[in-house]
């Protein structure tokens, strides 16, 4: 059975850092690009990165570029999120998910699709305050 799980997650100051990951079983994330997306209360879910294994290509949300980084172990099946310089409006709960199709990630012009991600995660919660 195909399954994300996140972990990371947890209560940090403004200009703190956290890890987050996501480790995948039931299948090998070695042909699947996989996302991350946040959801803050009261807003929609938005892609916030992404990486794909076939050919390396990562992505990022415009206001995380610089302060976030993607990364994958396929020796764990596991990709992270490295969140660094946080700032309050990242406070949001963290979802992973996986590409429904194989092969390299799917960026369209407004950025990660989430309609083109399944196997969601139970998400972790990111708060960021002082």
């Known amino acids: 059975q195909l399954q994300l799980v996140e972990s990371g997650g947890g209560l940090v100051q403004p200009g703190g850092s956290l890890r987050l990951s996501c480790a995948a079983s039931?299948?090998?994330?070695?042909?699947?690009?996989i996302g991350w997306f946040r959801q803050a209360p009261g807003k929609e879910r938005e892609g916030v990165s992404c990486i794909s294994t076939i050919d390396g290509t990562t992505y990022y949300v415009a206001s995380v570029k610089g302060r976030f980084t993607i990364s994958r172990d396929n020796a764990k099946n596991t990709v992270y999120l490295q969140m660094n310089s946080l700032k309050p409006e990242d406070t949001a709960v963290y979802y992973c998910?996986?590409?429904?199709?194989?092969?390299?990630?799917?960026?369209?012009?407004?950025?990660?699709?989430?309609?083109?991600?399944?196997?969601w995660g139970q998400g972790t919660q990111v708060t960021v305050s002082s």
């Open positions: 998910a996986v590409q429904k199709q194989q092969g390299p990630a799917r960026i369209g012009s407004r950025g990660l699709n989430q309609m083109d991600f399944g196997s």
């Open positions: 039931g299948f090998s994330l070695d042909y699947y690009a």
